[in-house]
């Protein structure tokens, strides 16, 4: 055993949740490529999503932690940007048409 100061712990719990975050992610991609029945592959795709949700939260604070203040900001607000992209990037593609066009009839 031996004796670690509190950022150290800290660094080592947030490492660990990284890695563990990253191995669901992985783990229910794997299960959704297997995946036989609808049930299985919802089940698989909602765990890979709280897995992936979890490394999209860690992200900017992991590289922050290794890049020196200069071009700290940079870098982290070039990732949040990339993230909310793949948010804003389908909305021209639907633009346009009504929401009866992208809903299926119901009689």
């Known amino acids: 055993m031996s004796i670690s100061t509190p950022s150290s712990r ?3 719990e947030a490492a660990l949740v990284a890695r563990t975050s990253l191995l669901i992610f992985a783990a229910c991609s794997v299960l959704m490529t297997t995946a036989t029945t609808v049930p ?3 089940i698989s795709r ?3 999503g709280i897995g992936i949700g979890a490394e ?3 992200i900017a604070p992991y ?3 290794f890049l020196p203040a200069r071009v700290r900001g940079t870098f982290v607000s070039r ?3 990339y993230l909310l992209a793949g948010l804003v990037a389908p909305g021209p593609r ?3 048409r009504s929401l009866n066009e992208h809903m299926p009839a119901t009689h």
Do not use: K, R
Request: net charge negative.
């Open 10 to 12: 800290a660094e080592q």
């Open 40 to 42: 299985e592959l919802f």
């Open 94 to 96: 639907t633009s346009g």
């Open 46 to 48: 909602a765990l890979a």
């Open 56 to 58: 999209t939260s860690l």
């Open 79 to 81: 990732t949040i940007g």
């Open 63 to 65: 590289i922050s932690e």
